[in-house]
């Protein structure tokens, strides 16, 4: 099966990311081409974890993954847990994969398609543990803030593919987009915050260090992370 992707297809929504591809160095073009069979997903069909995965756990969503060395990180820590990928940037999924073989990691697959996407079309309700939603574009000019990722319709459905007690977990170095996601979530019906003055969360010890949140620090950005619970 080759890398393949559903951003071709006519967009019902508008898309959260522009469609920059950037360099793709040969070692990541030859992970894609030799891995992806391993570690890709079809994004034509239904998920079903129990047919990719080797035994049943937790199964967490980590949306725009970037150079996917914090997924990495997280699945060698926790593999109780199973890990789904999505982005729609090849040479950090190329990056992905050749770490993953590196490593030998079995508890991670990946998507290359649109987020929203493959929450609509691929996932079931009620069937995942875990959303990660670390450092999504945060789009800071006005004219464009309506291409955020964190919107009311996206914290819905994002609502209902939660098993309850699954848990949304979001983090920006924005403070604009970090309020707005903020009223965004409290807003959900579905969603509780997790913090008891219905704001910001500590950052657990658990959740590493992101290329963006670095970039963040080093521009003097404060960090903000939300974690609200399916009810």
Same mark, same amino acid.
């Given at each position: 099966?080759?890398?393949?992707?559903?951003?071709?297809?006519?967009?019902?929504?508008?898309?959260?990311?522009?469609?920059?591809?950037?360099?793709?160095?040969?070692?990541?073009?030859?992970?894609?081409?030799?891995?992806?069979?391993?570690?890709?997903?079809?994004?034509?069909?239904?998920?079903?974890?129990?047919?990719?995965?080797?035994?049943?756990?937790?199964?967490?969503?980590?949306?725009?993954?970037?150079?996917?060395?914090?997924?990495?990180?997280?699945?060698?820590?926790?593999?109780?847990?199973?890990?789904?990928?999505?982005?729609?940037?090849?040479?950090?999924?190329?990056?992905?994969?050749?770490?993953?073989?590196?490593?030998?990691?079995?508890?991670?697959?990946?998507?290359?398609?649109?987020?929203?996407?493959?929450?609509?079309?691929?996932?079931?309700?009620?069937?995942?543990?875990?959303?990660?939603?670390?450092?999504?574009?945060?789009?800071?000019?006005?004219?464009?803030?309506? *291409?955020?990722? &964190?919107?009311?319709?996206?914290?819905?459905? =994002?609502? %209902?593919?939660? !098993?309850? #007690?699954? /848990?949304?977990?979001?983090?920006?170095?924005?403070?604009?987009?970090?309020?707005?996601?903020?009223?965004?979530?409290?807003?959900?019906?579905?969603?509780?915050?997790?913090?008891?003055? *219905?704001?910001? &969360?500590?950052?657990?010890?658990?959740?590493? =260090?992101? %290329?963006?949140? !670095?970039? #963040?620090? /080093?521009?003097?950005?404060?960090?903000?992370?939300?974690?609200?619970?399916?009810?």
């Amino acid at each position: 099966m080759a890398i393949t992707n559903i951003l071709a297809k006519p967009a019902t929504h508008i898309r959260s990311f522009s469609r920059r591809q950037g360099r793709i160095t040969a070692s990541q073009q030859a992970a894609l081409n030799s891995l992806w069979n391993v570690f890709g997903l079809d994004p034509t069909g239904k998920l079903c974890p129990s047919t990719i995965f080797a035994r049943p756990g937790p199964l967490i969503l980590d949306i725009g993954f970037g150079n996917g060395d914090t997924l990495v990180e997280t699945a060698e820590r926790n593999p109780e847990k199973n890990f789904i990928g999505i982005d729609v940037h090849r040479p950090g999924i190329g990056r992905l994969l050749a770490q993953l073989q590196e490593r030998n990691l079995q508890n991670v697959r990946v998507y290359f398609a649109d987020a929203v996407d493959i929450l609509n079309q691929n996932i079931s309700d009620a069937s995942i543990d875990g959303v990660n939603l670390f450092f999504p574009d945060p789009w800071p000019k006005k004219r464009h803030r309506k *291409r955020r990722l &964190v919107n009311p319709v996206f914290a819905d459905l =994002v609502g %209902k593919k939660l !098993r309850t #007690g699954g /848990r949304f977990y979001c983090a920006t170095d924005w403070e604009d987009y970090a309020l707005q996601m903020l009223e965004t979530l409290n807003d959900c019906t579905v969603l509780k915050n997790t913090a008891s003055n *219905r704001k910001f &969360v500590q950052k657990p010890v658990e959740r590493g =260090v992101t %290329k963006f949140e !670095r970039r #963040g620090i /080093r521009l003097g950005h404060q960090i903000w992370d939300l974690i609200f619970e399916r009810i």
